[in-house]
């Protein structure tokens, strides 16, 4: 950059500021006029609209006024004085209500000589009324009376009154057009004012306009200095430019072949992560359902025997008197306790697969829910709201059999415990029910029951395996649950407000997909 060119640039700089201070000026000159302009345009509406409610208040008065004489009038022919003298009661209402909207719009909108002249015809106006409803009372008495030439001389009064109110809603309406030619008048210097300030807008736009052209070609003088500067400069940046390019794309390629490469390991590692903990919850799985299935042919063996045992000494005994019933019952709960933590270890251990079948799901619920609602406590009442219809799902009846069997068991003894004994219950009157539904989900079965509900702090857990809050639980019922309900393609949602029972919603699709699990 030459010296000359260094030195105009601070004299560029400041006739910039000078022109963006007179474009500031002109901006701020403009709103001022367009809220001027606004402003006007606002009281002329607001002042039109306060001269069309004047003239409506004063015409509203001379109209009450003529039908109230009118009524006046009416009534010597019809001697109707009833609804002659309720006619004119509700008129000189009106022309009472009618003077007062006047006194609130109007006087507050006149000054000096003009509100003067005002108070003086609503005065007078005010007092025609008044005597008008003197001479009208005065008549509908005399004609309540039966003195036809008296009513007749009152209304000849009323008429004089009447005739008075009449000149002054005339007055009224003169002074109505009074005021709208004085705002007018205001409105149209107003008006003149902003055609003077339009003059000085236009003549400070003029000298900018005139200022940014002389501006442009100054700057356009020192531009072509500076450019014939610059070309000299960007020949030689192109190459350096050109060669920086070259490096530029070639570190690019390299680092955008890292990149992917980082996110191909990142991926394969999360597989093979995944991989490896599927290997790990299959080989758990498997070496559980080996570990459950010996335990269930060990312990299910001498079950049986315990049982068949037990059920011949009870024939044996039966009737004998010596008492050993209680102990018979106790060997025969215990070993039907045994059997169902039998069944549970094999429902969540075992992973063979369903037998699907296509059945009307509000048919097989409400069978399979009358047989087992026997087994329950007979303080619980149950019911079935079934809204399926005639929809058929396809699902294995007996593995989601033990699905429906928990859920009641669990509701029954989350209410009334085993039932035995009415001063453990939870629930005064415990309640279980059964719904179905077809949503775009699939199908829905809910069991829901209005025991004490489950607490905050147990919800996240309760479907950890061998998790349970019972004494005599295994833990496994509601894992089985789910499990089930995932081999059918299906879940199962949870819902419990304490202290306001639970709702267990199990759901899976119409059309199952059968899966053996590895």
């Known amino acids: 950059m030459t010296v000359e060119t260094a030195r105009s640039w601070p004299k560029a700089h400041l006739v910039y500021y000078a022109l963006a201070t007179l474009n500031v000026l002109a901006i701020v000159a403009g709103l001022v006029m367009s809220h001027w302009i606004i402003q006007g345009y606002e009281n002329g509406l607001r002042a039109t609209d306060a001269h069309v409610r004047q003239l409506v208040s004063v015409r509203a008065i001379s109209d009450a006024a003529t039908e109230a004489n009118a009524s006046v009038v009416d009534s010597l022919r019809s001697r109707n004085v009833g609804n002659a003298l309720a006619t004119f009661?509700?008129?000189?209402?009106?022309?009472?209500?009618?003077?007062?909207?006047?006194?609130?719009?109007?006087?507050?909108?006149?000054?000096?000589?003009?509100?003067?002249?005002f108070n003086s015809?609503?005065?007078?106006?005010?007092?025609?009324?008044?005597?008008?409803?003197?001479?009208?009372?005065?008549?509908?008495?005399?004609?309540?009376?039966g003195r036809q030439a008296d009513a007749l001389s009152e209304v000849g009064k009323m008429q004089s009154r009447y005739a008075s109110l009449r000149h002054s809603t005339k007055d009224l309406t003169q002074l109505v057009a009074l005021v709208r030619t004085a705002k007018a008048d205001k409105e149209r210097q107003m008006l003149s004012m902003l055609r003077n300030y339009e003059i000085v807008i236009g003549g400070l736009i003029v000298l900018i306009i005139g200022s940014v052209i002389l501006y442009g070609?100054?700057?356009?003088?020192?531009?072509?200095?500076?450019?014939?500067?610059?070309?000299?400069?960007?020949?030689?940046?192109?190459?350096?430019?050109?060669?920086?390019?070259?490096?530029?794309?070639?570190?690019?390629?390299?680092?955008?072949?890292?990149?992917?490469?980082n996110r191909e390991l990142e991926s394969n590692l999360n597989k093979l992560r995944d991989a490896q903990d599927e290997l790990v919850r299959k080989g758990r799985l498997s070496q559980l359902g080996q570990l459950t299935a010996t335990v269930a042919h060990e312990l299910r063996n001498p079950l049986g025997t315990v049982r068949t045992s037990a059920f011949l000494m009870e024939r044996k005994l039966k009737d004998k008197g010596l008492g050993v019933e209680p102990q018979l019952q106790r060997i025969n709960s215990g070993v039907t306790r045994c059997d169902s933590i039998i069944s549970q270890l094999l429902d969540f251990a075992r992973t063979k697969q369903l037998q699907c079948d296509s059945l009307v799901l509000d048919e097989w619920v409400a069978k399979l829910a009358e047989d087992e609602v026997q087994s329950l406590p007979e303080a619980i009442a149950v019911e079935c709201h079934l809204g399926a219809g005639d929809t058929k799902a396809d699902f294995d009846p007996a593995r989601m059999s033990r699905v429906l069997i928990n859920l009641l068991s669990n509701a029954a003894e989350a209410m009334v415990g085993k039932g035995d004994d009415p001063a453990k219950f939870t629930t005064a009157s415990p309640k279980i029910i059964i719904r179905t539904t077809v949503t775009p989900r699939g199908v829905e079965l809910s069991v829901s029951d209005n025991g004490p509900g489950i607490p905050a702090d147990v919800l996240p857990r309760i479907l950890e395996p061998l998790f349970t809050t019972k004494n005599f639980g295994t833990?496994?019922?509601?894992?089985?649950?789910?499990?089930?309900?995932?081999?059918?393609?299906?879940?199962?949602?949870?819902?419990?407000?304490?202290?306001?029972?639970?709702?267990?919603?199990?759901?899976?699709?119409?059309?199952?997909?059968?899966?053996?699990?590895?």
């Open 89 to 117: 009661k509700s008129k000189a209402l009106e022309m009472r209500l009618e003077v007062s909207r006047l006194r609130a719009n109007l006087g507050d909108a006149l000054t000096g000589s003009l509100k003067s002249r």
């Open 121 to 145: 015809v609503a005065g007078r106006l005010e007092t025609s009324l008044k005597a008008m409803e003197m001479h009208a009372l005065a008549t509908f008495t005399l004609l309540s009376e």
């Open 217 to 261: 070609h100054y700057i356009t003088k020192l531009l072509k200095r500076k450019y014939r500067e610059l070309e000299d400069a960007l020949r030689r940046s192109q190459d350096a430019e050109a060669e920086a390019r070259a490096i530029s794309s070639q570190i690019q390629n390299v680092n955008e072949d890292v990149v992917r490469l």
């Open 475 to 518: 833990g496994l019922g509601l894992p089985a649950v789910e499990k089930i309900l995932e081999q059918h393609g299906g879940g199962l949602d949870i819902a419990s407000v304490p202290g306001q029972g639970a709702t267990f919603t199990v759901w899976w699709p119409l059309k199952t997909q059968q899966e053996e699990a590895a």
